[in-house]
């Protein structure tokens, strides 16, 4: 059994004071690996980075010879000693749902951040001792003893358990089907837990009656709410960490849905992800990538679902949904990536940049573009069984058929069932919507039509991006922040190129709109690396950076308007 311990001689230093007692040695050689990864972040993260003053010690606390093989392990010459111990501090200054954090108020910690395994007994049982103040709570999924000890039954449990102490903490339970729902929160924030309790029941329900078994004995949702805007939220075996702010805008209506959206979101990864595994993750190694090209289905299924719950359960009302949907069409078409790289090679390539924006025009947000081959496909059973079966009996089945049974599966295994479920071939829907790079659009507006929904391509009503082809970045003003290929823009502007006048007129007071209205011509003036320079843009004709959105359609016929009841579970 390995035991470890966190305390914190200086919390306003942040750093956390980790010592790990390992006993039962047998090898003359012991390697310590920290994990260079955690769930739920498919990238390298190299936490090893956050570790000072790393020593290992004997049991009477001789000092032991180790060194450094990898980054974030070390190799450790026993010398015939059977326990030994590791200390070293951990920089806890991350504040975000996958960090961890300290301060006088609060210890908050993802123990895959700084808690390391002896190679061969991450297998084992482990405990994880907390040094705090008497008065303080622990939210955590693992079982806490009196002692303020957490108890797992190997280390990926451990790892894979988050926590946050505090003298601080709010709590309401909530049961459905026997199974306790935990809802906590951090932060100078006012719940309103009459409208929270019986709205996370009512997506808790209709979560529970897709799958009809939970995988798991209790939930958390562990809560923390910051006093500046922020948005972060990440699934655990069964607890999800959610950071959000500002806290004083907790329960107004622009922040208290993203909280239901991100709520609901990480309960179904409970299922999908956490145990609907890819059967490259199965199991996970933290020592490298895990590479996979599966994302449409781990975080682009959950995604649609997230909000499409909320809609379904009757917390969102259609029009609260499409509001949603329409945000993540925007995303999806920020750039033109998806011309240029599948949402299957995208996932395979998360390793890589799939967390920052990257360069232009080359990859697809698994959230983004895999939530709308979700609809889509959710849509195409529908259509293809009379509405007799759905996208929930694929997941079901991928939950009984691999999840509960501990089986990882392939993107082949993943077409196999949904096939099986609609009674027909998708193999051209998943060549063009999952492995190809047809525009989304091609799909989607069919699928919308059979549930009387239409996509409408709207120009966008700021000329720079409608007219001739390119956005401005958010800072510094008049700069120049993404170009669409082929547009009017692309012939003569460039990322980064700072606007200073047109047609002869100071750009200033967000008077570009004005100007531009003017006369379809355009000369701008423009710096350039430091250099000044003059060039001419001319429409094409064409609309360029298109609006899309999602809407009831006012002409849809009743059998749509049933199709449409039978999706959402609302009235037309």
């Known amino acids: 059994m390995i035991q470890y311990s966190l305390s914190c001689l200086n919390p306003l230093s942040a750093y956390i004071q980790v010592s790990t007692q390992i006993t039962e040695i047998t090898e003359a050689t012991l390697f310590l690996q920290l994990p260079a990864w955690r769930p739920g972040r498919y990238e390298l993260q190299n936490f090893a980075q956050k570790l000072q003053a790393f020593e290992v010690l004997s049991s009477d606390g001789t000092p032991i010879p180790f060194k450094k093989v990898t980054k974030d392990k070390w190799e450790v010459t026993t010398h015939g000693h059977t326990e030994l111990e590791v ?37 084992l049982p482990c405990s994880l001792s907390l040094d705090i103040p008497a008065d303080w709570q622990i939210a955590c999924g693992l079982p806490v003893s009196e002692e303020n000890i957490l108890q797992a039954r190997d280390f990926d449990h451990l790892v894979d358990s988050p926590f946050i102490a505090s003298a601080n903490l709010q709590h309401q339970t909530y049961e459905e089907q026997g199974i306790p729902f935990h809802v906590w929160f951090y932060g100078d924030c006012t719940p309103d837990w009459e409208q929270i309790i019986p709205q996370f029941k009512a997506f808790t329900q209709e979560q529970l009656a897709l799958f009809k078994t939970f995988p798991v004995q209790d939930y958390h949702f562990i809560n923390i709410i910051l006093p500046y805007q ?67 289905v781990a ?42 790289l599948s949402v299957a090679d995208s996932s395979f390539d998360t390793w890589l940049d799939g967390y920052k924006p990257g360069i232009p025009d080359r990859k697809v947000s698994i959230y983004h573009k895999g939530c709308i081959a979700a609809l889509v496909l959710d849509i195409e059973i529908r259509k293809a069984t009379n509405n007799a079966q759905s996208l929930d009996e694929v997941m079901r089945r991928m939950w009984l058929e691999f999840g509960q049974k501990g089986i990882g599966y392939t993107e082949q295994d993943y077409q196999n069932l949904a096939e099986q479920v ?151």
Request: net charge negative.
């Open 299 to 340: 975080e682009g299924v959950t995604t649609y679902y997230g909000d499409y719950l909320l809609a379904r359960s009757g917390v969102f009302t259609p029009d609260q949904y499409f509001e949603e949907l329409n945000t993540v069409l925007k995303r999806h078409t920020a750039d033109q990536g998806e011309q240029n």
């Open 230 to 296: 922020h948005y972060h939220g990440v699934e655990h075996l069964n607890s999800t960490v959610i950071t959000l702010g500002p806290s004083e805008a907790l329960m107004t209506p622009a922040l208290y849905k993203e909280l239901l959206g991100v709520s609901c979101h990480e309960l179904f990864h409970t299922w999908n992800i956490k145990q609907i595994r890819p059967k490259e993750m199965l199991p996970y190694d933290f020592t490298q990538e895990n590479y996979f090209r599966t994302g449409y």
């Open 87 to 123: 200390r070293y501090n951990f920089y806890a200054r991350q504040m975000d749902a996958g960090g961890s954090w300290v301060d006088d108020q609060v210890l908050y910690v993802n123990p895959v951040n700084c808690l390391l395994t002896a190679q061969g007994q991450d297998h």
């Open 422 to 572: 609609a009674g027909v071939s998708l193999q051209t829907y998943f060549e063009e919507m999952i492995f190809g790079t047809v525009p989304f659009e091609k799909w989607l507006a069919p699928a919308l039509k059979y549930v009387g929904c239409q996509l409408q391509k709207l120009p966008s009503p700021l000329l720079h991006e409608s007219r001739y082809g390119f956005r401005l970045a958010p800072t510094p003003l008049f700069t120049v922040g993404y170009v669409a290929p082929n547009s009017p823009a692309a012939k003569v502007l460039s990322v980064d190129d700072e606007l200073i006048a047109l047609n002869g007129r100071k750009l200033e007071n967000l008077n570009l709109q004005a100007l531009l209205a003017q006369k379809e011509k355009a000369e701008l003036t423009l710096f350039r690396q430091k250099k000044l320079l003059t060039v001419t843009l001319l429409p094409d004709g064409d609309i360029h950076l298109p609006l899309f959105r999602v809407s009831r359609n006012p002409k849809a016929t009743p059998d749509q308007k049933q199709n449409f009841k039978l999706w959402l579970k609302q009235e037309f």
